[in-house]
Structures are given as C-alpha cells and as structure tokens.
C-alpha cells in the first residue's frame, strides 16, 4: 500500500521568506506525486505533478518540488512567501485503478505567513 | 465557468433524514469521485465512476450511494444519517482512460454537511 507522510502540520514563516514543506512518500513502485493546495471555504487546487518525467517540478504561484527516489521524498519550496499563499497545502500519491486513479492524501500542514 | 459545481454548498440536517448531493463537471472527464474531508481535515476518497462504471469503492457504508446518470454527473445519496457523517464532501474529475492514469484531478468547492 502507498502512503505520505507529511512531516509538518503547521509552518509559520514571514512574507519574502523561503517556504519548504516536508513530505515523504511510501510506495512499492514508481509514484505520482501531487501537491495540492486548499484556501479556506474552497476546495482543492493543483500546484504541481511529477509522474517520472525531471526529478525537479515547477508548478503554479512560484512552487516547486523535488522528487529524490533515494530520500523518498518530495519536498515542496517557494524562494519568497507571499500574504496569499497562506492556506493548507496537500501531498499526494496516485495509484492508478483502470480507468480512474486513487489518490492517497497527506495528513496536511498549515502554511502561516506573517508580516 | 465553474469547471466542477457540487450544490449545495450548505447542508443542515437531523439525524436520520436522507439527503442528496449534486455534482456536475463541464471539462469532458470520463471519470469522476467523491471525497470525504473530516473536522481535521483529512482526506479519503469514497468513490470513483468512469463513464457511469463504478471503478473505487472504497469501504463506504451502504448507506452512501453513488449515483452517475452521465458521464457529467455524479451525484451522492446519504440515507439515515448520523452525526459521524458531519464532513466536507468533495466531487472531482479526471481525464483517465486509454491506460492512461494518475491526471490530475479537479475539486469542486464541497459541500459542508452538518447534522444535528
């Protein structure tokens, strides 16, 4: 079975900052990775994908991620916060099931950005 | 354009009543889920249609029943509800098919249930 661990539930860091949030993923094959992002009331919204293609994925908004395969680990880093990117930001791996796939999602952590 | 719609947003209801939730997507997916949040917001997926096929069930009590009248649709029956159903529940879609799985997905907004 698959699993991510995400290593942190809450982050709090100040605006123009560097943001990292942990994960670390469990899988018996190679993953597809995702990072999601979910701002209060909404639902949730894709940063960014790995799926075996370059080890160091750009997304949306300035993130991205690193798959390293002998970390298990894929981390996700922004060089400079921003006000907006305050939210909950999900890790997740994919396991394909015929047609549709089933998403293991991350316990979460909190982005904070103060001023 | 909303891309997937749930209504409604809002559901507050008493224990034991049954209730509905709608789930529409204008993207031309073929397959479409439903997602269960809990008060720490964890998330678990409950179901999986592809075409109307039922492709995940995932250790969902009887009592949830999903229906997909089209492609486009995937509605959520809840019957008899109990205060452990109190989540967000979230509908969302992909373009899997022809072998080719892992797209990502699009959420809709959720639709906040609470039971009294």
């Known amino acids: 079975a698959q699993s991510v661990t995400q290593l942190d539930s809450h982050v709090s860091v100040s605006e123009g900052t560097p943001v990292l949030l942990r994960c670390n993923y469990s899988?018996?094959?190679?993953?597809?990775l995702f990072w999601y992002v979910q701002h209060p009331n909404k639902g949730l919204q894709l940063l960014l994908k790995?799926?075996?293609?370059?080890?160091l994925v750009k997304g949306i908004n300035g993130f991205e991620a690193e798959f390293k395969k002998s970390e298990t680990s894929f981390h996700l880093t922004k060089p400079s916060a921003h006000m907006s990117d305050a939210a909950e930001y999900f890790c997740?791996?994919?396991?394909?099931?015929?047609?549709?796939?089933?998403?293991?999602f991350g316990t979460g952590t909190r982005l904070q950005v103060t001023l | 354009d909303t891309a997937v719609s749930q209504t409604p947003k809002y559901l507050v209801t008493q224990m034991g009543n049954d209730k509905s939730i709608k789930c529409e997507q204008n993207l031309g997916h073929d397959t479409m889920y439903w997602y269960k949040q809990d008060s720490k917001k964890f998330l678990k997926i409950m179901f999986s249609y592809n075409n109307k096929e039922l492709i995940i069930n995932e250790t969902v009590p009887n009592r949830f029943s999903p229906k997909s009248p089209d492609k486009a649709h995937l509605n959520l029956h809840i019957n008899s509800l109990e205060l452990g159903d109190s989540a967000v529940y979230f509908c969302a879609s992909s373009q899997d098919e022809g072998g080719r799985t892992n797209q990502p997905q699009h959420f809709g907004d959720g639709t906040r249930l609470s039971i009294l």
């Open positions: 790995y799926t075996s293609a370059a080890t």
């Open positions: 997740v791996v994919s396991e394909g099931r015929g047609t549709a796939s089933k998403l293991t």
């Open positions: 899988s018996s094959y190679s993953p597809s």
